[in-house]
């Protein structure tokens, strides 16, 4: 069972307007969408977390496209990306049911890629779909200049984000 | 959530433009060296796995493939590069991977390929360790 994390349920202020797409799931499309989120994080995302959320989100999206449509292909994939002026909450969402793929090696380790990219990842999966939310720590600091994310910080990232 | 968004209004690609795999011969080791550029994924996957099988051939050349130019790795990219491994393993043939940016380095070390591939820096060191690997492996013919 999921544990429920705080953010989830804590409202969220957005800084700027989010990111949304929704688009037939299929793999060129998924590849298409991770360019327009890499360039929509790039705003104001530092850019060594911008390549984390990407490949993160890029794996949640290719789960939809392999599992959670292999009894009716086409159906939809939707892509969510807000900014707070703290932090970057990341939503794909499929209206499928992922199978756990048991004997695929590396197919079994997008799952565990995209909970080690993020700071939190929360999975709700049911049969009428699945909604995968990536959570991560993104100080904002406007347009203008971007630095690095301190290294400290990211080998911190396994658990939930720290209280404040 | 707003209308269905369908980027072939905005872009027609096919997963062959966004990869290209490009083949060169080091004369020193022997070593077959292949350049890896544009975009790692599950679009592309098939066509790098494809590129990579076509230099398998019967002689048991070292492979190097070179991940410099690579703008994006994904999971299924990885896993061909995991496969590719295996099968290197399996005929004795030496295969080392250059890895020097962080897009690269940063995937393949959360799913901890860094280490069970030979993993580089650069090309030279690839090829050392290559010529390494080749010197150290008994010279016989299945």
């Known amino acids: ?17 989010p990111l949304q797409l929704q688009m037939v799931a299929t793999d060129r499309n998924v590849s298409l969408a991770r360019r327009r989120l890499r360039d929509w994080l790039t705003a104001d995302v530092s850019s060594e977390l911008v390549d984390d959320l990407v490949l993160a989100a890029y ?19 939707r892509l969510q990306a807000r900014r707070s002026s703290d932090h970057v909450l990341i939503t794909v969402s499929d209206d499928g049911s992922w199978r756990v793929p048991i004997n695929d090696h590396f197919r079994g380790r997008g799952l565990s890629l995209i909970r080690l990219l993020a700071d939190d990842v929360h999975i709700a999966a049911g049969p009428d779909g699945t909604v995968v939310r990536l959570w991560a720590e993104a100080p904002y600091e406007g347009l203008a200049h971007l630095r690095s994310r301190p290294a400290a910080r990211r080998a911190t990232s396994l658990g939930p984000p720290a209280a404040r | 959530m707003p209308q269905t968004w369908d980027p072939a209004e905005e872009h027609n690609v096919a997963g062959d433009e966004l990869l290209s795999v490009v083949a060169t011969t080091d004369t020193g080791t022997g070593a077959t060296i292949l350049s890896v550029a544009g975009e790692a994924d599950m679009l592309t996957a098939p066509v790098l796995r494809q590129r990579l099988d076509e230099h398998f051939g019967a002689d048991r050349t070292p492979i190097i493939v070179d991940l410099s130019q690579l703008e994006f790795l994904g999971s299924n990219a990885i896993a061909v590069l995991f496969d590719v491994h295996e099968r290197a393993s399996a005929e004795g043939r030496a295969f080392a991977v250059v890895a020097a940016t962080r897009v690269v380095r940063r995937p393949l070390q ?24 080749a010197a150290q492996r008994p ?3 299945p």
């Not at chain 1, 794996?59 to 994939?77: L, S």
């Not at chain 2, 069970?116 to 390494?132: E, G, I, R």
Request: glycine residues 4%.
């Open chain 2, 139 to 141: 010279h016989h013919e």
């Open chain 2, 110 to 133: 959360v799913t901890g390929l860094d280490t069970t591939l030979s993993v580089h820096d650069d090309l030279d060191q690839a090829l050392k360790a290559v010529h390494a690997s």
């Open chain 1, 59 to 77: 794996e949640a999206m290719t789960n939809a496209v392999e599992h959670g449509y292999a009894d009716c292909p086409h159906g939809p994939v």
């Open chain 1, 1 to 17: 069972m999921n544990f429920n994390p705080r953010w989830l349920s804590e409202p969220f202020d957005d800084v700027r307007p």
